[in-house]
Every structure is written in structure tokens, then in C-alpha cells.
């Protein structure tokens, strides 16, 4: 039921984001193509990472609009499926940071594979400049099948050519003091350490016109 209300909060802000697009101020958009690790789960929409990287985005004097389409529960499949959704925004660049459920529900590393390559390939067709995020497992679910999961996100950055962050999580996983209780989702404060930690592989992804 989660899962539905926040594909339908993410549909309605997606139709309501690309109001405008056309028009005088022609915002150039980033899309956040994720989970609920990027929808924020648990933590106010300003306090998400992909609001944070609108606000420093912003300080830093560029003019882009970040779209939230996060979508908890959503997986690589779950992702494809809204490829043409994101692209009504008219990215110009797409944060893909989706893979975590897919691994906690101990899904086939190869159609993730397969997944994620055709989002990223899409993404790219359509003119969009591609982030990918790689994501980690903890060691409970068996040395194998997390190696296996691991090394899919820079198999495809390899294979695309799209920028890439190592692990989303970075600095944030197994610190109780940036996760909720769960253990899962961040804080804000986790939220905003995976702005700052993204920062610096998204930067070089944008364009300094006004």
C-alpha cells in the first residue's frame, strides 16, 4: 500500500514539475531516479538528499530544479517501468540510485544488471546525462551473492560510460547516529551527509549557463 501511494505522489509531482518547462524561465531539470532511501522515508520532502542538492545547488549560483522520484519499495524493474514518466521532465541529468531492494529481497543480480543498463541506456538515448549510484549488502546475505551484487554498478557505468558513485550510502550505512531506528533509512542528518558525499561526482555533470 506504500508502495502505491508514493507512485501516485510521485506521478502527480512529475506532472506538476514539467507545468512550465516551456516557458520564461525554461528551468533546467535533475531527476533523482530512486527508492525510498531517495524519497526520503521517514524525514520531511525538504530534508530528502535530492532537496538538499536543490538547495547547494542553488548556493552555488546554478539554476536547476531537482525532481524527487523516489518511490519506496521500488526496484530496478520498478524503475524501467517509470523511464518515460522521468523524461517528461526533460532531465538534463538523472541521479539513478535504485538496486537496494532488489538485493534485500535477494533478487537476480543479472536482471538487476539487465535493468539497470536499460534505464541508464534510455536515460541516455533521450539526451540525459547519467549518475548512477551503487548500492552495498551487509555480509548476512552470503560472501557470494553480495560480491555478485556489488560489482553490477560499475559493470554498467563501464558499459554505458555513466558517471558513477561507488556506494550512496557512503558514510551514512551502519552509523546509528545518521539512520533511523530501523537501521535502513537515514536522519536528515544522513540524508544530507549522501547531498555532500554525491556532490562531488554530480558537479562535474553541470552546465554553468544561467
Known amino acids: 500500500m506504500i508502495g502505491l501511494v508514493a507512485r501516485a505522489l510521485f506521478f502527480a509531482a512529475l506532472a506538476l514539475s514539467t507545468v512550465g518547462v516551456s516557458g520564461a524561465r525554461a528551468e533546467r531539470v535533475i531527476v533523482a531516479l530512486g527508492d525510498s532511501l531517495t ?3 521517514g524525514v520531511a520532502a525538504d530534508e530528502a538528499y535530492p532537496a538538499r542538492l536543490e538547495a547547494r545547488l542553488a548556493r552555488e549560483g546554478y539554476t536547476y530544479r531537482v ?40 533478487q537476480s543480480p543479472q536482471a538487476m544488471r539487465e535493468n539497470l543498463a536499460a534505464i ?6 533521450a539526451g540525459a546525462r547519467v549518475l ?10 552470503g560472501a557470494e551473492y553480495t560480491k555478485e551484487f556489488q560489482t553490477v554498478f560499475p559493470d554498467v557505468a563501464r558499459s554505458t560510460g555513466a558517471a558513477f558513485m561507488p556506494f550512496l550510502l557512503d558514510g551514512v550505512a551502519a552509523d546509528p547516529r545518521l539512520n533511523q531506528p530501523d537501521g535502513i533509512h537515514p536522519t536528515a542528518a544522513g540524508q ?15 552546465t554553468t549557463g544561467k
Open 192 to 206: 544530507q551527509v549522501i547531498a555532500d558525499r554525491l556532490w562531488p561526482y554530480l558537479r562535474p555533470l553541470l
Open 39 to 41: 524519497a526520503g522515508l
Open 120 to 125: 541508464v541506456r534510455r536515460l541516455q538515448a
Open 67 to 106: 525532481v524527487n522520484a523516489g518511490v519506496s519499495g521500488d526496484t530496478t524493474a520498478g524503475g524501467l517501468r517509470r523511464v518515460d514518466w522521468v523524461l517528461r521532465a526533460k532531465p538534463e541529468i538523472v541521479i539513478v540510485a535504485l538496486g537496494a531492494n532488489d538485493g534485500l529481497r535477494a
Open 132 to 141: 548512477l549510484a551503487g548500492m552495498r549488502l551487509p555480509p548476512n546475505y
